[in-house]
């Protein structure tokens, strides 16, 4: 059975930093594109950085490059998400997710198979 869990969300300031971690279970990571999504309030699920199966190739939102940075750790079966200079518009329910698809459809949410239950980002000014 395959499962996502992330971890590592919380309420921080603004300019503040955090880390979330999604730890994978019941699939060979280094088979699978990973990716973080997230979700505020009253608004979709929007794509905010993915991870190709090895790491060699990295793709982010515009509205978190430069501040994010996404990593693997295919043995540890784990992906991270670095978040710094939070704003308060970074709050929300941020999900991690795997893909068997190709790296050219990354950004595309119905090309995940599999998602994690989320975990809280609250970024207060």
């Known amino acids: 059975q395959v499962q996502l869990v992330e971890s590592g969300g919380g309420l921080v300031q603004a300019g503040g930093s955090l880390r979330v971690s999604c730890a994978a279970s019941?699939?060979?990571?280094?088979?699978?594109?990973m990716g973080w999504f997230r979700q505020a309030p009253g608004k979709e699920r929007e794509f905010v950085a993915a991870?190709?199966?090895?790491?060699?190739?990295?793709y982010y939102a515009d509205s978190v490059k430069g501040r994010f940075t996404i990593s693997r750790d295919n043995s540890g079966n784990t992906v991270y998400l670095q978040m710094n200079s939070l704003k308060p518009e970074d709050t929300a329910v941020y999900y991690c997710?795997?893909?068997?698809?190709?790296?050219?459809?990354?950004?595309?949410?119905?090309?995940?198979?599999?998602w994690g239950q989320g975990t809280q980002v609250t970024v207060s000014s």
């Open positions: 019941g699939l060979r990571l280094s088979t699978y594109v």
């Open positions: 991870i190709s199966r090895v790491g060699m190739n990295i």
């Open positions: 997710a795997a893909s068997r698809a190709g790296w050219d459809t990354n950004t595309v949410k119905h090309e995940y198979d599999y």
